[in-house]
């Protein structure tokens, strides 16, 4: 940094640890091994991006009067099938809301949240053409999240 | 390799992978799903969950081309480690639930009868081979994979992610025998 200083302006107050990359929240932590139990690492984590994507989806959801079930277990219904949903088809607006709830949870598994990458996959599929099923079952896994907001692979 | 490749620095670190696949599991097009999750050392690295792009008629050939693929993705992920002057340690240990595709793709001398997966087939096995991989059998309730293959029941989801998601970290790779 100060080699950095020498060459170049730096804005003040610009300069400390990093806090958040891509949406990941980076931390030192300490992690579990048992050869140099004390050692700290840098970690990345998804945890704040969740809870902010989760604010994002309640405060969009609370304009239509609805909520996020809270006893979402599993990300998605064991028996559910996406490819046999005959629901109506969502309208444009909707249908583009439902596109940017995938892209936020396709990011989150690339941040780390594994848990939900399989549902998330599943789902993705229906983006050209969503139908009124697919949104909730998506606000299902969101649901999911809410419960889980902490499984992160890094032990922050 | 090119002659510009960067040297060697620190410790060793091993990798393994776990593959899994779930026949014909979309009901409208029959299609299977791959997964596949990348630990290097006990760090998850890489994960994979795709629907197949071709119907396949068994179990058997929905998993060897899971693992072709899985083979395809370790062999990218090496040479990365490689071009970053990180040295892999040994093979990578694969894990498959489906004990046909290890038979086939770990012993030199079993032959293919189902001759239309022939290209997953010899792609897994030059790569076993050329001691890119090697190829053992976990059993379906330890394979990790198998939650980015199908839609799991609450119990069985959090175990599986709890092995991924740190808290228990992955069992010990065991090394398979005749190797």
């Known amino acids: 940094m100060d080699h950095l200083e020498s060459h170049y302006t730096l804005k003040e107050g610009s300069i400390k640890k990093p806090e958040m990359y891509l949406g990941a929240e980076v931390k030192k932590c300490v992690v579990a091994d048992p050869d140099n139990p004390d050692k700290v690492q840098w970690g990345v984590s998804s945890d704040t991006y969740v809870k902010r994507a989760l604010e994002d989806v309640e405060r969009e959801l609370s304009q239509a009067n609805q909520h996020l079930s809270t006893r979402a277990v599993t990300t998605l219904p064991v028996k559910y099938r996406p490819e046999l949903d005959t629901t109506p088809e969502l309208d444009p607006r909707r249908a583009s809301y439902y596109m940017s709830l995938i892209g936020i949870l396709r990011w989150m598994g690339e941040l780390g949240r594994v848990d939900i990458l399989m549902a998330v996959a599943t789902m993705s599929s229906y983006m050209a053409a969503p139908r009124q099923g697919h949104l909730d079952n998506v606000l299902r896994i969101l649901a999911y999240l809410k419960k889980h907001p902490q499984s992160t692979m890094s032990d922050l | ?170 069992l010990a790779p065991k090394v398979p025998k005749g190797d």
């Open chain 2, 1 to 170: 390799m090119p002659p510009n490749a960067p040297e060697y620095r620190g410790k060793k670190v091993s990798m393994t992978c776990f593959v899994d696949a779930s026949h014909a599991n979309c009901q409208v097009t029959r299609r299977s799903w791959t997964g596949v999750m990348i630990f290097v050392n006990r760090a998850p690295m890489l994960w994979y969950s795709k629907k197949q792009y071709t119907v396949e008629s068994s179990t058997f050939t929905s998993e060897f081309v899971a693992a072709r693929v899985a083979t395809e993705i370790v062999e990218g992920l090496r040479w990365k480690l490689r071009m970053m002057g990180i040295e892999v340690d040994g093979p990578t240990s694969m894990f498959c639930d489906n004990e046909s595709v290890v038979k086939n793709a770990a012993r030199p001398d079993s032959m293919l009868k189902k001759k239309h997966c022939s290209i997953a087939y010899h792609r897994v096995r030059e790569a076993q081979a050329s001691k890119v991989l090697r190829v053992a059998w976990e059993s379906t309730e330890t394979n990790i994979a198998d939650i980015f293959t199908k839609i799991l029941d609450g119990h069985r989801h959090h175990k599986l992610s709890q092995m991924i998601l740190w808290r228990n970290p992955p």
